[in-house]
């Protein structure tokens, strides 16, 4: 059973608030939706959930249309930032609110209601105030209560945003693992990056409206599609320098030739070209470089040799490197290279 989420806009008046997501997630995965203020992210969930009609796409749960059932008809619960608990009502109260009297024993309402309080980690509070409970025992009631009816997705909005930094962590690591132990599928809305590659098995990086992309957490940090969404997830430090300018002529040296196909698959590994085979935006490739290597680990470039010649004595390589332009890189005696072979190159100088 899959949620699918199919080419949804969404405008007011002039601005495209959603325009052309399309995702799917499977049973019991966790999508996040994360991205700037102002991106969609709400928008687009108030259409998954039916509060919203897109002026285009559709919401599907197994195969099933759903754009002409209503929101209490699809079976999907809701948490936001301020878990709206009724305040009159004791803890228990408020988790029963979603089980149905007609379908659920007094003695099965208070066993789920006791089931869930043990989930969320608040064994014996069914008969506490909910005003007098802490921001973060606040939002676990609130997710106890958007489980009791056990919903075919669960929809978040910034359920931990209004929570301070480490209680988010804790609650969001909670949150990772009641989602899981329940099976729930459940997309998650936040604008915090670490929260998003905690809680969610993937996640989709918006801005403007749009998904610029849709990867697994270490999929999008080691290679993030474009130089925004590098920006996004914190590149921002490295953007505005080129590591690559100023390199002197032999900063690099040329270790190994490699087979015919050999540079290209190495330039994909290093992320240098992409899967069509196109160098990546020169800034992605910059922040990559930039990224903490396992100690001893050389900074490495693939390229293809453009010509060869001789600087006081020392062979040199010219080398066109993909993504990064001409690099000359020193060439160890012993090793003969020819005009157009793929070559591995480290570089020597730090
Ligand atoms: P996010 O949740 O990512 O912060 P939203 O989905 O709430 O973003 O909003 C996306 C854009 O649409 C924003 O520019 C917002 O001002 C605008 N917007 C949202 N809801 C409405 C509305 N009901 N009427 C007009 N503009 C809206
Ligand atoms: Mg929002």
Redesign the pocket.
């Known amino acids: 059973m899959t949620l699918s989420v199919d080419n949804i806009h969404?405008s007011?008046?002039d601005?495209a608030?959603?325009a052309g997501v399309s995702f799917t997630a499977a049973e019991g995965e966790i999508i996040g939706?994360l991205?700037?203020?102002?991106?969609?992210?709400?928008?687009?969930?108030?259409v998954i959930s039916g509060l919203?009609v897109p002026d285009q796409g559709r919401v599907m749960w197994d195969g099933v249309d759903l754009m002409g059932v209503p929101v209490h008809k699809r079976g999907f619960g809701f948490m936001f930032q301020d878990g709206q608990l009724f305040s009159h009502k004791s803890v228990a109260a408020n988790i029963e609110y979603g089980l149905p009297k007609r379908r659920f024993s007094r003695v099965e309402r208070d066993a789920r209601v006791a089931e869930l309080l043990k989930l969320v980690g608040l064994e014996g509070y069914q008969n506490r105030n909910v005003t007098l409970l802490s921001g973060g025992e606040k939002q676990r009631v609130a997710l106890a209560r958007a489980l009791a009816p056990a919903p075919r997705v669960l929809l978040l909005?910034?359920p931990l945003s209004a929570l301070d930094r480490e209680l988010r962590e804790r609650l969001a690591l909670d949150l990772r693992g009641i989602l899981r132990s329940t099976g729930t599928t459940a997309v998650f809305?936040t604008?915090d990056q670490d929260e998003a590659f905690t809680v969610c098995d993937r996640v989709a990086v918006?801005m403007g409206?749009k998904v610029l992309q849709l990867d697994i957490p270490e999929r999008l940090w080691r290679h993030p599609a474009t130089a925004q969404v590098a920006e996004f997830l914190g590149y921002e430090a490295v953007l505005s320098q080129d590591p690559f300018h100023g390199y002197a002529p032999c900063d690099f040296e040329v270790v190994e030739t490699l087979p015919a196909e050999g540079a290209d698959t190495l330039a994909r590994q290093l992320g240098q070209i992409d899967h069509h085979g196109d160098p990546v935006d020169r800034s992605v490739l910059a922040a990559l470089t930039q990224q903490p290597r396992a100690q001893g680990e050389p900074e490495q470039l693939a390229g293809t040799v453009m010509d060869k010649l001789f600087q006081s004595g020392r062979a040199i390589a010219r080398v066109s490197v993909p993504a990064v332009g001409e690099l000359t890189a020193a060439l160890p005696s012993g090793l003969s290279v020819a005009q157009g072979d793929g070559v591995r190159l480290i570089r020597v100088a730090q």
């Open positions: 969404v007011f008046g601005l608030a959603v939706l991205g700037p203020s102002g991106c969609g992210k709400s928008t687009l969930l108030r919203i909005d910034e809305v604008h918006m409206g």
